[in-house]
């Protein structure tokens, strides 16, 4: 239970956030290190929320990008963290933040790679 529960309260999401349970799905997936089923779920959800929910969407972006790291995808990691890191920059998310920065721990395997070193540059700008 400590590796899928979440630190963040979820209050009312349930009415509010479309696909909640296939969010938690994907998020369960992450923390339990079933990346591709986690890819596979974030690749149905994104793109479902409403764009007033930018802070949400960005903060799902960057679990996704979480598990393409481990598997690894780094171009799309890199694409995804670029993108997310200017909703950061817009609404001052610290829970965004905090996601953004927790992708590096599974990007381990090429983060002397070109991409690597584009990830660690966008993290360190936030």
């Not at 630190?7 to 479309?18: I, S």
Request: aromatic letters at 6%; proline letters at 4%.
């Amino acid at each position: 239970m400590d590796r899928v529960d979440d630190e963040h309260p979820w209050g009312n999401a349930c009415r509010r956030t479309l696909g909640y349970i296939d969010v938690q799905r994907a998020i369960a997936y992450l923390r339990l290190g079933a990346y591709r089923e986690a890819i596979t779920l974030w690749d149905q959800i994104l793109g479902t929320a409403p764009e007033s929910a930018r802070r949400d969407n960005g903060v799902f972006w960057a679990r996704q990008a979480s598990a393409l790291a481990a598997v690894p995808e780094p171009e799309r990691v890199v694409e995804i963290a670029s993108a997310t890191a200017s909703i950061v920059e817009g609404t001052g998310s610290a829970r965004l933040r905090q996601e953004l920065k927790a992708i590096p721990r599974r990007a381990t395997a090429w983060t002397s790679t070109v991409r690597g070193r584009e990830l660690a540059e966008i993290i360190s700008s936030l």
